[in-house]
């Protein structure tokens, strides 16, 4: 199986990006693109969600 490591634009880590997943296809399109590790993507979706509920109320 192949993978590619990469470094998170926001926390600097270095994390792997395994053949088959969304985040490998983008990075072989892409590959001088910018990507963020998976526990950065769920504190930016989290952000986001409690942004928009605060727009809700």
């Known amino acids: 199986m192949i993978s590619y490591s990469l470094?998170?634009?926001f926390c600097k880590e270095i994390f792997e990006v395994v053949e088959g997943t969304?985040?490998?296809t983008l990075y072989k399109q892409n590959m001088n693109g910018k990507f963020?590790?998976?526990d950065c993507d769920r504190k930016i979706?989290?952000?986001a969600?409690?942004?928009l509920l605060g727009k809700l109320n």
Do not use: A, Q
Request: net charge positive; charged share 55%.
């Open 49 to 51: 969600r409690k942004g």
């Open 45 to 47: 979706e989290l952000e």
């Open 7 to 9: 470094r998170c634009i």
């Open 36 to 38: 963020s590790c998976e």
């Open 22 to 24: 969304r985040k490998y």
